[in-house]
């Protein structure tokens, strides 16, 4: 059984049962004697045709659940919609039965296909076996707890979870998410891929995508001309990642080449990583006192929880442990499972209620956490969760799952529930795929002996054996045996302070020979007692039984008589500088009857010599005081501090400026209190173990930074931006640590503005990182809800401390304002330590820029049927506006910067009235002259970072119309070009600017633009009829003037046509001749003329015209600007005019009437 066959049994808890339908009853397919009654029962339309094999249900779908059919040749069953498959067997031990879907998808679920699987639109199969090839023309396909002996080919996304694909996996236009799962064939897409805890026989290759792979082993080759990330696998091949983009491997073996080059490729064979196998039985779902060993599994590097209501895809997740959050929802993608990794204690939720996976089964989330799990009041949780520590739930939490802990187990307090899943899984939890290489802790090189330089021979001397590799660092996963000794060959060994195992236990023996045996819990390190009743000097020992390396100590000295130093502070050997610390003396010596106890003339003040001898690790710093006192690193000449003792016991306190490793040695060879048999004074010695003394935390700085809280403040600089980080470590300050656990008070990446303030602490001057890791991280403190959270982007890692400062360079890739956490852990001067600081809030970051796209040019609005006239003013058709969609965008050194999905809600700065537009001056095909009313538009935030800007309604157009402006139709070429973003932080992408390299220009749909003009007719005839005048609207085509024929109200389209009142618009000059008849109302020209009573009716006025004797008078009609015209050639535009003559009879035929044609 391979790894990855082990990894995929674990992930499906429950298992898989392909068919256990209760079949309601065969159906036998045969050629020439079809079952089309039977058949018809399946298909929704009851309407079967049969064409040779095919059986079609036409306009309708099949619907086969609890069913069997088999076939004795080859059948299709041809579906015109879609088809379903619950429950069966089609062609089970029988000739192939392929499915086909024309138009709709298909679903296969708990049943077994022998044939191909082929849909227009999408394919799920899940919990189902598939005989052949799955094809999807123009949909999704989805296998879930799915096998398919064949290839599964598709136009759009193809997610695989659980699955074995005997044949490849192809999308020629969607994204490739294989997770748990086996194929043998090749992996192909022009998008992205995601292979999660999956074997790849072949190869993976993307034309255009990102490639991912996590916890798997590929045999082939991975391409693509983007990303490659490569993190626990096997790649059996060479990876390319030619010509843009970059390979990152983590913790992974590549057998092949990689282009570009990348170290950890070539290695001329696939490695087999390790696969740790963690398993824990809980029967009854809950199992407390169960430690794992999680010694080689990968809990780094760590991320923030995802915002509120996401839904993680199945693969492996490392977070950090804070999720101290109410209202939260985290949920997983139906069918898929996820494994979390969590390296600390992970916190639980808010008092608000908090949903994890709560409408997804138990088995498809597992959450390991090397720490205690803390789930506040209010939790719904379902899931697997194991802790390396303890389990505590609060009230009101709901508990469904499988729950396992190294220690206690408590599943809350009122109101709270837990079960186990209804599911049944099988009560146990296996972790493999996840480990880290072997050697990534680094090698046991050898083991570190510390002990006193002087102790008592009255009680055992501490000695502590740390296992470390060759850099001095611990290892603290180390847990083999060692076998100690020392050079006198005497003494009795005990523990002080260890988990492991002593061997003897007691040991009494006095031979000084014992074995111990580390536990996981001792981190590498155990303190052990040596008692020697003998005033040897000596040395131990300390050799590990399977690798035969050993560790010396220096030289101790057993003393009769002694000064016993013990640190009786409340934080034991934790020594921070600045701090006092509390220790004992006690003068203790053996007399001739072999007693020991205190030395009770010790009584009261006496002078004493004290110094320290400083270790080889010690960086030389500045000399600690003892009661006031400044001690050297040398003995002194004379008596050099006085220690106030009461009956052989006296309280010191050891203040300190600088770090430091040394012992504390105490000698008094001048007070007399301990006289040998003849009365004879004898010096009395003491030494501490070694001590170590480190920086209280680190004030952690950004020059520049504004520290603002909240949006509406001062900017600091655009996310993606590098900016300094200062790092100084301090001095302990009682105002930063008032509840005095040695660390400072709210440094623990919750809340910038609450941390206590060390910028004012002093510096310690000798503190340099040495053995051990410091990690600079960020956390937002401020953004928008359910924020975007990047992980913090060093380019500059810190290398050292010099004089105590060090500096970074650092990048926060999002909008908002952050806090700055610096952890610094591991071995430290010869002792594990912790050290954190957090800055205050750093910020605020911004955008670098905005970019722009057309997202609808839109389409201008006709006046009338579909043109527009000249001089005329016209919009955009209602809906259709142009609209542009923006986006906020960090700083990046190698062009486009990330979207900023926190540029929203009041972070988003940006309004309407910061976009500028250049609107169109003239036609750019003829140049005709425009005048363009803009207005401002609309902006709204699709909140993601992006918002859409929409040009405004009124937007007014109007080609100035002129005696110039007399061309024939055109179509209108007008662009509107994106001026300016500018929201006072960022402003618009200078290539995308106005004369930029890449303008961003809007175009709406074009509409035609006519030289339209209103014109009206001289009429003539009798003084005592009515006369009417004709009315005509007309355009300049091919250089005449024609007949508008479109301009009539009974024209369709988004403009309505020309409107006029003939009473309302005319005037008669002089205006005693006749009078207008035409109706007071509001009329459209009909085909380009006016109609009925729309006419121009004049009537002469009775008495004013005798026979014979003819009269004028000038009709002038007001007319809109765009309809005038230069009638008289003068070039100016006026309204159109008309003479009507009354008392003019018909006239000889052969003589013009000339006012006719006057215009």
Known sequence: MTVLTRLYQWILIAGVSLFSAAVQGGIVLSQGDIPVAQLSALCSSEDI??????????????????????????????????????????????????????NGGISIANSFVRGTVKAAQSITISESEINGNVDSQNGEVTLASAMVEGSVVGTNAITVNGANVSGGVTTSNGVLSVSNSEVDGNLQSNNAIIVSATEVGGNVTSTNGELTVTGSRVGGDLSTNTNIGVDSSS????????????????????????????????????????????????????NPNTPLDLSSVQFTPTENWPGNNTELTGGIYRYNGNLDRGNYNLSIADGEQVVIFVNETLRFGGNNQTNINVNGDPDQLVIVVNGNLNGRNNLRFNGILYASNTINFGNNSVIVGLLAAGGRIDTGGGGSGFSPPQSNPARSLGIEGVCRAEDEQGELTTFQVQGPAQASVCEPAEIRVRAVDGDNNLLPDYQGSVNLSNSAGRGNWSVFAGDGTLEPDPHDNDDGLARYNFASGDGGEVILGLGNRVADRLRVSATGVDTGVTGISGLIAFLENAFVLSLTDPLGSDLIAGRPHELTVRAVRRNENEDCGLVTSYDGTVP?????????????????????????????????????????????????????????????????????????????????????????????????????????????LAAGRPFTVDLRAVLWSSDADRNEDGQPDDHDGESPGARADLSATTTVPSFALGEGSLELSSRLGAGPIDPADPSLRLTEEVSDFTGGEASAVAAYDEVGSIGLLARFSGSYLGRNVELRGDSGFVGRFHPEEFTARVLMNGAFAPFCGEFAYIGQGFGYIAGEEPELTLSARGFSADGQGALLSNYREQWQRLQAADVALDFPGQDGDNSLAVLAAGNTGTLVAMGDGRMDYQLA???????????????????????????????????????????????????????????????????????????????????????????????????????????????????????????????????????????????????????????????????????????????????DLSNPRATATFGVYRGHDRIIYWEGISR
């Open 608 to 716: 004493l010599k004290a110094w320290v001898q400083r270790d080889d690790l010690d960086p030389s710093g500045q000399d600690p005081r003892l009661e006031g006192e400044l001690l050297s690193d040398g003995v002194p000449g004379a008596d050099n501090v006085e220690l106030s003792f009461n009956a052989g016991t006296a309280q010191v306190q050891l203040d300190t400026t600088d770090v430091g490793r040394y012992a504390l040695r105490l000698r008094d060879d001048t007070s007399g209190n301990v006289v040998d048999e003849n009365g004879e004074p004898l010096p009395v010695n003491g030494s501490s173990a070694d001590l170590t003394v480190r920086p209280f935390a680190f004030a952690v700085t950004v020059p520049g930074n504004q520290g603002v809280e909240g949006p509406g403040g001062d900017a600091f």
């Open 49 to 102: 045709g049969v064409n040779g094999t095919t059986i079609t249900c036409r306009n309708g779908s099949f619907a086969i659940d609890e069913r069997t059919i088999t076939a004795d040749v080859p059948f299709e069953l041809f579906a015109s919609n879609g088809l379903n498959v619950r429950d069966s067997a089609l062609a089970d031990n029988s000739s192939p039965i392929s499915l086909t879907a024309q």
């Open 235 to 286: 790649i059996g091949g060479d990876i390319t990642a030619t010509p843009n983009g970059t390979i990152t491997l983590n913790n992974s073996s590549v057998a092949g080449t990689c282009s570009p080059e990348t170290p950890g490729c070539n290695e001329g064979e696939v490695r087999d990583l390790p696969f740790c196998s963690a398993t824990f039985s809980a029967g009854s779902g809950i």
């Open 953 to 1131: 309604p009124a937007d007014e157009y109007q080609y100035e119309k002129s005696a110039d402006s007399r061309i024939d139709p055109f179509s209108s070429a007008l662009s509107i070009t994106l001026r300016a973003v500018d929201d006072g932080d960022a402003s618009l992408a200078p290539e995308l600017e106005a004369g930029g390299d890449s303008p961003v220009v809007l175009s709406p749909q074009q509409i035609q633009l006519r030289y339209g003009r209103l014109r009206l007719e001289n009429t003539f005839g009798p003084g005592d009829l009515d006369l009417v005048m004709p009315l005509r609207a007309e355009f300049r085509s091919d250089g005449e003037f024609i007949l508008n024929q479109a301009e009539s109200g009974a024209s369709e389209g988004p403009g309505a046509c020309f409107i006029y009142n003939p009473v309302r618009d005319s005037s008669l000059s002089p205006e005693d001749v006749a009078q207008l008849t035409s109706e007071d109302a509001e009329f459209q020209l009909f085909a380009g003329e006016a109609q009925g009573t729309g006419r121009l009716t004049l009537q002469g006025l009775s008495g004013s015209i005798a026979a014979d004797q003819p009269r004028h008078t000038e009709v002038t009609f007001s007319a809109p600007h765009w309809l005038q015209d230069d009638f008289n050639g003068d070039g």
